[in-house]
């Protein structure tokens, strides 16, 4: 008997990104990420797909180190701290899972500071610019 073990991926956001929908909505759109996530749900329904949101940065590597040695896959959207943090960064590179980095807006195209990433040398790829269907594009790739 063939039993058909489902990838396990989760969808890691960092700080703010628990106000999307009320966030500035001319960048990141009016849909709620915990609406979002309900219909990537059903999109993927052959990937098991998890779920974790934090403001804090050490949580945010809590949860790297927690996942990252188990889970077929990461998708993280740092946010600010993409930008800023050795931490976070560091965390992507000592674990074993696949990272693959996400923004919803494209960073190259906003201010000088989001130009930098602390994340994305050692993702294994990056997904931006396509709205909230970054995470949708970056989740086909473990299919
Ligand atoms: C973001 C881009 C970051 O520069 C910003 O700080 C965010 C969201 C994005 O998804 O477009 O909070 O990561």
């Not at 009016?30 to 940065?57: C, G, R, T, V």
């Not at 930008?83 to 906003?110: F, L, M, Q």
């Amino acid at each position: 008997m063939y039993f058909y073990k489902m990838k396990k991926i989760i969808i890691v956001n960092g700080p703010n990104l628990n106000i999307l929908g009320k966030r500035e909505p001319e960048i990141y759109g009016s849909e709620s990420f915990e609406a979002y996530f309900k219909s990537l749900k059903e999109e993927f329904p052959n990937l098991e797909l998890d779920y974790y949101q934090s403001n804090i940065e050490g949580a945010l590597i809590d949860k790297l180190h927690e996942v990252g040695f188990s889970y077929d896959g990461i998708i993280l959207n740092a946010a600010a701290y993409t930008h800023t943090s050795v931490g976070i960064g560091d965390a992507v590179k000592g674990i074993s899972t696949p990272v693959i980095e996400v923004h919803i807006s494209n960073t190259y195209s906003r201010e000088k500071f989001r130009h930098q990433s602390f994340i994305s040398p050692n993702a294994k790829g990056l997904v931006l610019g396509f709205g909230l269907k970054s995470y949708a594009l970056a989740l086909q790739s473990f299919l």
